[in-house]
């Protein structure tokens, strides 16, 4: 039977791929717009059909129906990282999360310690030799299909087809329903005088020839908007979005320099604009790869110059980041801040920066603190931190005493709370 045989034979409709799912069954999602709309709406309809079902994602971008506290019996959904759309659930304990490292979440299914029953993906149209490209997250899914008894994808004409280990053969495909609506499209986001001066500190202690890892964010895209004049910047990230493809278009980023991969960019998902999307499309120079080869910290550390830019809303006088909670309070989840720190940490000339405005709610809270809020979930330890930058300067940790630490941060906290930090770092016998 030929390709286009095999595929029409499997083409259906999104109400009855949903037939597929068995109760207690666990179904995998691709990260953010590579969720299928058209089958999680279907399922979200008929959710009240099914009893123990879990739906597994780590970042779901839409509200869908499923996600209902009355429903939890019929269908559950797993946070791996919380969103707009999952945190209240998170918060009030109806939505279940899966703490891990993004890189190690494919081991965890290829060892059964994560279940992948069933795996639902938007894919793009599938090429002349039955191969479809899983072209804006190949992350963990890649892995969970390789385990599923069952994969039904979302075929949509606007998802590129990237190059990479991200592609499936409709020979393991189960069922595949169509679509065409446009990939839904994240903004960048708010970039203010903060942020842009946090991005220039940084900018300014990345040379030419490096290579970078931006994570999502309005400092690190106002690092980016930043590096617009530097010269052979490579690319070995987990997210690809504008701000990277902005580099590309004013020459700044070549991917000449790589010493790792050199000429390609390396990314597991992709977020942003339509442009994007239609940039990754059979574009030579972009690679998509499962989580574990792109965040993996021993190969991303091979990248020479390797600069890893991350966010936290918190952190205390020993180096401690809570990037992903507010004290026990779930916000968004690991995610690969700590794969990337610790990359950049075996890199030669490598830099890891985690940046942060130094208050918080009009500056009446300061960022910088003697310890964490209780419950605060530490995503960067103490034993990994390097660079910490806010609007007021830099503080080099790595390879300093608690002392000089803290000594370091209070120097880039708000000045209005300077004297007060001080003054608690005496009371813990720091200062």
């Known amino acids: 039977m030929s ?10 409709s999104a109400a009855n791929a949903i037939a597929h799912i068995r109760n207690g069954d666990n179904i995998v999602i691709p990260t953010a717009v590579a969720e299928p709309p058209d089958l999680l709406t279907a399922l ?8 123990d079902v879990k739906v597994s994602q780590i970042l779901t971008v839409r509200k869908y129906g499923y996600l209902d506290p009355e429903t939890v019996d019929n269908v559950r959904h797993i946070a791996y990282f919380f969103g707009a759309a999952t945190r209240p659930g998170g918060k009030a304990g109806w939505i279940d999360y899966f703490p891990s490292y993004f890189s190690e979440m494919p081991s965890l299914f290829a060892n059964d310690q994560l279940r992948s029953d069933v795996v639902f993906s938007l894919a793009s149209p599938m090429d002349e030799h039955g191969y479809f490209s899983l072209g804006l997250a190949a992350d963990y899914t890649m892995a969970a299909i390789a385990k599923a008894r069952t994969i039904v994808l979302e ?7 990237a190059y990479g280990n991200c592609h499936i053969h409709i020979s393991q495909v189960t069922a595949l329903i169509e679509s065409n609506e446009a990939v839904l499209e994240v903004g960048l986001p708010k970039i203010g005088p903060v942020q842009e001066a946090i991005g220039k500190y940084v900018a300014d202690m990345i040379p030419d020839g490096s290579t970078l890892q931006i994570g999502y964010g309005g400092i690190p895209d106002a690092v980016v908007m930043q590096l617009i004049h530097k010269r052979d910047l490579g690319i070995h990230t987990e997210m690809i979005g504008d701000g ?3 580099l590309v278009e004013s020459g700044a980023v070549t991917n000449r320099k790589k010493n790792y991969l ?3 960019m390396i990314a ?19 690679e998509m790869h499962p989580v574990d080869f792109t965040n993996d910290p021993y190969l991303a550390g091979k990248n020479d110059n390797l600069m890893a830019i991350n966010a936290t809303m918190q952190i205390d006088f020993f180096g401690q980041c809570g990037s992903e909670s507010l004290g026990h309070s779930p916000y968004s989840g690991t ?3 700590s794969d990337f720190v610790r990359a950049a940490n075996r890199s030669r000339g490598g830099k890891a920066f985690i940046v942060l405005p130094s208050t918080a709610k009009d500056d009446t809270i300061s960022r910088i ?7 605060t979930h530490v995503s960067t330890s103490k034993n990994d931190i390097n660079y910490v930058v806010t609007e007021h300067g830099v503080a080099q940790l790595r390879g300093k005493s608690v002392r000089q630490r803290t000594m370091e941060l209070i120097s880039i906290a708000h000045p209005a709370f300077r004297a007060e930090l001080t003054e608690q770092a005496k009371r813990m016998n720091i200062l």
């Open 262 to 264: 050199p000429g390609k």
């Open 244 to 246: 990277i493809m902005t």
């Open 3 to 12: 390709v286009r045989e095999q595929y029409q034979q499997k083409l259906t």
């Open 268 to 286: 597991t998902f992709a977020l942003g604009s339509k442009k994007l999307y239609q940039f990754i499309h059979r574009n030579p120079m972009v």
């Open 369 to 375: 603190v003697p310890t964490l809020t209780p419950g």
């Open 44 to 51: 979200s309809e008929q959710r009240r059909n099914f009893s």
């Open 155 to 161: 075929v949509n004409p606007n998802v590129p087809f």
């Open 335 to 337: 995610g690969g801040q």
